[in-house]
């Protein structure tokens, strides 16, 4: 791959990533501030709703764009169009003031931007000679994106002292800025073209009889489960920061990226060291003990915002919990599947992560958040919204190493295979 190549790809991904990063952890603070603070007011169920979308459009996507790109339209172009139509929806959405009208225009963009994820990812592996080697030093792009754009938010926050600018959402505002950019750039991309294979969009159900295998079965189960609860992570946490930890709300973005900046650390030199050694079950079993211990923190520190040091270094936690357990679970599952149905086996997993659990997760946090908020005063008891997240984790982290053992189709564990293999 020739420097300019990867220079384009980079920032491909970086500001891929920086759309999302520039509302998706601080959106909620948004919706949910009362109006004389220059937020919405919504419900946490409303709020909780919006989010939905986006996971929404991913489980939809693959029906929409897959042909498309796969039969008739270069990647790149195809990529470039979707996004120019993403931020123009996003520029509506972001002066949107009424739920129905932030409903709709962030469905609209979600629906643009869900295929580009994929879309990405396809212009880069289609470029790449060894993918295993090239793909990571491309995708931390988006990682380094998603700090930026957080940091940027951070700066402008500070200059504007409030949340809105000329009556926008700040975060929609630039999220809808990166979308338009990189649409323009797109463009100016590496040549994709399309394979003009005839790709099956239902493709992914070929992995349903990897779900005869009992472990299989098991990780996937606990995989929703866990994915449900991050919802609580992305959609509470700003506006957690905000009131319980009374953080103002100008440096929030800029703290949210530890999550992000722990990310890179825990991708780049704890898992490459530690997997070899501790093996998938071993490594996923430290992943998702992670994630009760973050919610046990939020909750023991609710009632004390002079405790929000230990808050924010908790927030360190999510590389251990979205690394150590889903892009660990992603190796599990490229090494149990078989050669025929790989792609199907990680379609199927990206679907209960990425689409239905995060949909049901965030309808069952909108739940929760409007159970423990007083209506009358609008007062969220933060104790008690994380300490639901914090007993189904604890529950996933008892059962996951109990009744998970890293077997492969053949039956032995993958493990001790590539152990005797090497």
Sequence with gaps: MSMSVRVRLIVMMLLE??????????LGAYLTDPRSSGGLAFSTSQSAAIYALLPLACIIAPFLTGQLSDRYFASERLLGVLHLLGGAALLVCARAHTYGGMWIWMLIFSLFYAPTLALTNAVAFGHMKDSEKEFGGIRVGGTIGWILVGWGLTMLRNVTHGITVHGASDCLLVGAICTLALGVLSFGLPHTPPKREGVNPLAFLGALKLLKNRDFLIFILISFVVATEL????ILTGQFLQHAMRIPAAHVPGWMTLAQ???????????????????IRKTMVVGILAWPIRYIVFALCATHPNLYPLVLASLTLHGFCYVFFFTVGFIYVDRVAPPDIRSSAQSLIALVVLGVGAVVGAKFTGWIGDMFTNQATQVTDWRGVFLVPCALTIVCAILFPLLFRGSAAGGGSIDETEQATA
């Design 17 to 26: 990533y920086a759309i999302w990063g520039s509302w998706a952890p601080i």
């Design 231 to 234: 919802q609580f992570y992305y």
């Design 261 to 279: 900046l722990a990310e890179i650390v825990v991708m780049g030199v704890l898992l490459p060291l530690l997997l070899p050694k501790m093996g």
